[in-house]
Nanobody, 124 residues
Framework: QDRLVDSGGGLVQAGGSLRLSCATS????????MAWFRQSPGKEREFVAA????????DYADSVKGRFTISRNNAKNTAYLQMNNLKPQDTATYYC?????????????????WGQGTQVTVSS
């Protein structure tokens, strides 16, 4: 059973927006820090953003600060990534991840569960 299911990716022109969703099941969602990572072909999976299980703290990679916003809805057991002013270099497969009671780690090794990924392609 997939505990995390990513969705919302697609093809968009530079300057456009997308909203990714990560629906969870089978976990106590309000006890998990949620994060988004991304991976381009031939590159390491990199940290994008995280939001703490207590919902009051967030972290972002420098490359997305001011453009991306991570959020969560504990009533819906879902995390989101709003991506604005997208750039071609944002093209990647985006993965959501969950870390039990984590402190917004940026290392993918700290995360317990992963989504299957959703493709984001930004054309110039």
């Amino acid at each position: 059973q997939d505990r995390l299911v990513d969705s919302g990716g697609g093809l968009v022109q530079a300057g456009g927006s997308l909203r990714l969703s990560c629906a969870t099941s089978g976990i106590t969602f309000n006890r998990y820090t949620m994060a988004w990572f991304r991976q381009s072909p031939g590159k390491e999976r990199e940290f994008v953003a995280a939001i703490s299980w207590s919902r009051d703290s967030t972290d972002y990679a420098d490359s997305v600060k001011g453009r991306f916003t991570i959020s969560r809805n504990n009533a819906k057991n879902t995390a989101y990534l709003q991506m604005n002013n997208l750039k071609p270099q944002d093209t990647a497969t985006y993965y959501c991840a969950a870390d039990h009671l984590g402190n917004r780690p940026m290392s993918r090794a700290e995360y317990d569960f992963w989504g299957q990924g959703t493709q984001v392609t930004v054309s110039s």
